[in-house]
């Protein structure tokens, strides 16, 4: 066409959208492939990803969001190749960190209309978009409150799933193990991103990691799987696992 066109994920025939083994989650095959969640506000960019339509044999239509990994963590977490994210259709889950809500959209797409997403969040600036984000969003609670102290929202957050942290905290594992007391199912499950350099920049990333785990062990969680994010996150990883499971026989 004119201009040659931007390239990239185009809809239309050309584009088959197939299911991703996490139940929820979609890949976009073309010339490059992409992650996609299905949109539950079809029409609506959150931040400015783009859009996939497919055309159902029945004349229907169905959006897609391509869910860029470099902006969201749990997305490059995914792409690395997490055996588990624990976030199904109908899950709730309280994410912590969630900034101006752009892996929230995505959670929200990929949980539903049955699931439920508290996404909290301190900054004000941020707490902004996220608040507009969820008047569109029925299945996303927005909470401006500091992470640290739970006992703030208890009156708004049910008992959830699965917690998400991205909180980028010195002190992340224990904002993470106050909020799973409160609201963390037993044998519930956490997916937690760590930034290393955040948490302590005199270290090698590994030994921040290494002692971040031992943090959550002492917790009542137990960590099954540790993946770093390169190449889309620079000395970062996420860490996966239970929360107060029953001992092993």
């Known amino acids: 066409?004119?201009?040659?066109?931007?390239?990239?994920?185009?809809?239309?025939?050309?584009?088959?959208?197939?299911?991703?083994?996490?139940?929820?989650?979609?890949?976009?095959?073309?010339?490059e492939d992409a992650l996609c969640t299905k949109n539950m506000v079809p029409g609506v960019s959150v931040y400015g990803e783009k859009r996939i339509t497919v055309d159902g044999a029945e004349g229907e239509k169905t959006e897609y969001r391509v869910w860029n990994p470099f902006r969201s963590k749990l997305g490059a977490g995914i792409l690395g190749g997490l055996d588990k994210i624990y976030m199904k259709p109908g899950s709730k889950v309280l994410y912590l960190g969630a900034a101006s809500g752009t892996t929230v959209s995505h959670v929200s797409d990929?949980?539903?209309?049955?699931?439920?997403?508290?996404?909290?969040?301190?900054?004000?600036?941020?707490?902004?978009?996220l608040v507009n984000m969820a008047k569109k969003r029925p299945n996303i609670v927005p909470i401006i409150e500091d992470a640290r102290h739970p006992a703030k929202y208890r009156m708004v957050v049910s008992m959830v799933d699965c917690i998400f942290a991205d909180v980028?905290?010195?002190?992340?594992?224990?904002?993470?193990?106050?909020?799973?007391?409160?609201?963390?199912?037993?044998?519930?499950?956490?997916?937690?991103?760590?930034?290393?350099?955040?948490?302590?920049?005199?270290?090698?990333?590994?030994?921040?990691?290494?002692?971040?785990?031992?943090?959550?062990?002492?917790?009542?969680?137990?960590?099954?799987?540790?993946?770093?994010?390169?190449?889309?996150?620079?000395?970062?990883?996420?860490?996966?696992?239970?929360?107060?499971?029953?001992?092993?026989?």
């Open 1 to 31: 066409g004119r201009g040659g066109g931007r390239g990239g994920m185009r809809g239309g025939a050309k584009v088959a959208v197939v299911e991703h083994r996490h139940p929820g989650v979609y890949v976009a095959r073309g010339k």
């Open 110 to 129: 990929l949980v539903g209309p049955e699931g439920i997403v508290y996404a909290v969040e301190f900054s004000h600036r941020s707490g902004r978009d």
């Open 168 to 249: 980028a905290q010195p002190d992340q594992a224990r904002i993470v193990a106050i909020n799973a007391q409160y609201f963390l199912k037993n044998e519930g499950a956490f997916v937690i991103s760590i930034k290393a350099n955040c948490i302590d920049s005199t270290v090698p990333a590994e030994a921040v990691f290494a002692r971040e785990v031992k943090k959550l062990q002492e917790e009542n969680f137990r960590p099954t799987e540790q993946l770093t994010l390169e190449p889309y996150e620079r000395d970062h990883a996420v860490v996966v696992g239970g929360y107060r499971m029953p001992p092993k026989k």
